[in-house]
């Protein structure tokens, strides 16, 4: 079956960098396009990132356009989100997305990010 597990979170001050990871199973997950979606405490799901299946085209929030970068190993079944210049409020937990057809999501267990002098 599908399974995206995310790692990679933390605690981060101001300004600092993290690098999240979602190892992927049970699909050809060189076949798919991926995305990374958060939540901030209280508050709903905000899309941050998408990449296409090979990895050539990448798309951003205003929020996090320059500081985030999306890529992705099909070699390893990985998809990565490294974040610079991290700022309060990025605080959120961080999911890994994919969907396997037009009815059909699946959702890691998402990974904790939090920004806090």
């Known amino acids: 079956q599908v399974q995206l597990v995310e790692s990679g979170g933390g605690l981060v001050q101001p300004g600092g960098s993290l690098r999240l990871s979602c190892a992927a199973s049970?699909?050809?997950?060189?076949?798919?396009?991926m995305s990374w979606v958060r939540q901030a405490p209280g508050k709903g799901l905000e899309w941050v990132s998408d990449?296409?299946?090979?990895?050539?085209?990448?798309y951003y929030a205003d929020s996090v356009k320059g500081r985030f970068t999306i890529s992705r190993d099909n070699a390893k079944n990985t998809l990565y989100l490294q974040m610079n210049d991290l700022k309060p409020e990025d605080t959120a937990v961080y999911y890994c997305?994919?969907?396997?057809?037009?009815?059909?999501?699946?959702w890691g267990q998402g990974t904790q990010v939090t920004v806090s002098s």
């Open positions: 997305n994919v969907w396997i057809t037009p009815h059909e999501s699946y």
């Open positions: 990449i296409n299946s090979g990895g050539g085209d990448t």
């Open positions: 049970g699909f050809t997950f060189s076949s798919y396009a």
